[in-house]
């Protein structure tokens, strides 16, 4: 499939596209845990498949766990059985354990159930481009080096920040390759911890990275979508812009609008139904207020895609998704229903 003209398509049609960040509301239609989904290459594969026939979206994706890659360098991860993993502690604290950091090979620890999960997930999903999903860099060596800390390693540390990047963007590379041989059309980076930089320090420890990992996974046959749901995301558009991604994909703390008239009219633009204020605690007519007012505010890019602004939590009610989607749908029914009177 040219991803290229994929792209293309979506924006020339004149229908408003929805593909949120749903994956992990699957183990409700499973009926396993989330430790389960998150250990089982099997359950993986069918979850995306039974959401992807459930809903009218124009790609799937995988599953936003961003404790996997931190957990085959070495990191704690701690689980539980309804919400994703986590990372605790760290495991670089001073150069020396930089220096000493061993890359992992791609299949250590969940890395090879997530690829083979994809992979299988090919196999049933076949009207539609299946996306995989990877931490991005700065995000990787924040969990490494405890997040809590990172920043001021930037500052005061530079150089160790900058071993443990290296490192990380090595491996992402070729976790980010290993998905493409196994067939997946693109994959979402969760950059979200870069969020917290300043333009500068977002340049020099994230954007340059990400270019570097775009430049030698993207092509025609695989984009990479950039997702960031930081708060100070809307000042960093210019240092975003530079990683050459073909489409971006903001959290719910940012403008929509706003982001659309700053981001390149040629590359996709997804969000921002918040995944925690409306999705998991709101009701389906909070959905469907929210819904609709962001497709009337950005109703004149055709490049948007409306979505949630992260993943939508495990447990979130299908009410509240079918809500969303049904909105979305009424929305372009409406639209048709104006053209063609006028």
């Not at 999903?125 to 930037?154: H, K, Q, W």
């Not at 959290?251 to 390149?264: N, R, S, T, W, Y």
């Not at 497709?295 to 495990?314: A, Q, T």
Request: charged share 25%; glycine share 6%.
């Amino acid at each position: 499939m040219n991803m290229y003209k994929w792209i293309q398509r979506i924006m020339s049609e004149e229908q408003t596209k929805a593909l949120p960040i749903l994956s992990f509301p699957s183990v409700q239609l499973l009926f396993v845990t989330v430790r389960e989904l998150v250990s089982d290459s099997n359950l993986q594969a069918m979850g995306m498949k039974f959401l992807a026939d459930k809903y009218d979206m124009p790609a799937s994706v995988s599953f936003m766990d961003l404790s996997v890659e931190a957990e085959a360098f070495g990191a704690k991860t701690i689980y539980a059985a309804d919400e994703v993993p986590t990372i605790m502690g760290n495991v670089v604290s001073n150069e020396v354990e930089a220096e000493n950091l061993r890359v992992p090979a791609v299949g250590e620890e969940r890395t090879g159930i997530c690829v083979d999960g994809v992979k299988k997930a090919l196999k049933l999903i076949t009207d539609r481009p299946v996306f995989a999903g990877c931490i991005g860099p700065f995000s990787l060596t924040g969990r490494l080096m405890d997040v809590n800390e990172v920043m001021l390693y930037c500052y005061e540390e530079p150089k160790m920040v900058h071993t443990v990047l290296r490192k990380a963007t090595d491996f992402i590379i070729d976790y980010i390759l290993e998905y493409k041989k196994a067939g997946a059309h693109g994959i979402i980076l969760a950059e979200p911890l870069a969020g917290i930089l300043s333009p500068a320090l977002m340049q020099e420890f994230s954007s340059d990275y990400v270019k570097e990992i775009v430049e030698k996974t993207q092509d025609a046959s695989f984009i990479v979508i950039y997702h960031n749901c930081g708060n100070d995301v809307g000042r960093l558009t210019k240092e975003i812009v530079t990683t050459g991604c073909k489409a971006y994909h903001f959290g719910d703390a940012v403008d929509m609008k706003e982001m659309l008239q700053k981001m390149p009219a040629d590359c996709l633009v997804m969000g921002n139904v918040s995944p925690s204020k409306y999705f998991r605690n709101g009701t389906p007519n909070m959905v469907k207020n929210a819904t609709i007012k962001l497709l009337e505010s950005c109703r004149e890019y055709s490049n948007f895609i409306i979505s949630s602004g992260c993943d939508i939590p495990p447990l979130t009610e299908f009410d509240n998704i079918d809500a969303f989607f049904n909105t979305v749908k009424a929305y372009n029914y409406k639209n048709r229903l104006m053209e063609m009177i006028k």
